[in-house]
């Protein structure tokens, strides 16, 4: 394979003319391109230069190289520019998070990229252990988890507080234990969890989620206060997803007597620089989840 170097030094040879003033163009002496010719023409064989004293004309082997070497130099050339560039408001960015903080935060990044159009926004959803995986193999650029990270190559910060609601259909104004008993639970993928932060701390009778008769179960965020607003039971959600159900006046959110928040994190790939496009989001997600509390 030839070297680009030595390529490159042949080829401002040519379009020069003079070796002294090729050096200077390349910051390099004289002996230096007088050497890159030389490895040049033994690599390949043959000889590039016809040399008369001081001056030079092209062998017929070197008007070729140069024909097809300088192409090969403007090709390296703008992927070297290419490779440099880091435009904070061009290409994409991978977006990870559970479904809630998503709900609220998805629509905003299609205005940041109806702004910019091309950044392009990859956003998926998936659970917090998903989500840690994607951001340590380099799969997804910025997470968002309710817990922080356990590994080493994930670095986490809290940036807020999503507090947790108890949504009932709604005819429910005050929804007592026994209440709740009648009702039964709409379970979701985090519904054990939930219930258990907020229920535990307002009621003291709860012990789990299994006390309740089940009454359904979707792992579909967007879908999970369908079964509630037909009045089939109640569940436990973070404050996003319920600002984002379709139907807010066939259910009723009950700011219990003592408040839960479950907290959200802002996960990245630890010990690397972002890129601008990246930081651009970043930002904006926190400076929109921040404002959103």
Known sequence: MINPVW???????????NFTRTADRLFMTQSGVSQHIRKLEEQLGVLLLLREGKHFTLSDAGERLYREGREVILTLSELEAHVREDSAYEGEVRVMSPGSVGLKLYPRLLELQKQ???????????PNSDVETSISESRADIGFMSRPSTLA????????????LLITPREIKTPTWETLNVLGFIDHPDGAHHAYLLLSENYSEFQYSDQFEKKGFSNQISLILEPVSLGLG????????VEAFHSPHLIRAHHLANP??????????????LPKRVMT?????????????
């Open 281 to 293: 989001v970043l930002e904006e997600a926190k400076q929109w989840l921040g404002n959103s509390r």
């Open 116 to 126: 910019y159009p091309k950044l392009v926004i990859d956003y998926r959803f998936g």
């Open 234 to 241: 109640f569940t436990v959600l973070p404050s996003y997803a």
């Open 7 to 17: 390529l490159r030094s042949f080829c401002t040879l040519v379009e020069v003319g």
């Open 153 to 164: 190559d994930v670095s986490c910060d809290q940036i807020m507080e999503e507090p947790l």
């Open 260 to 273: 839960v928040s479950e907290p959200l994190y802002l996960a990245t790939r630890a010990r690397i620089t």
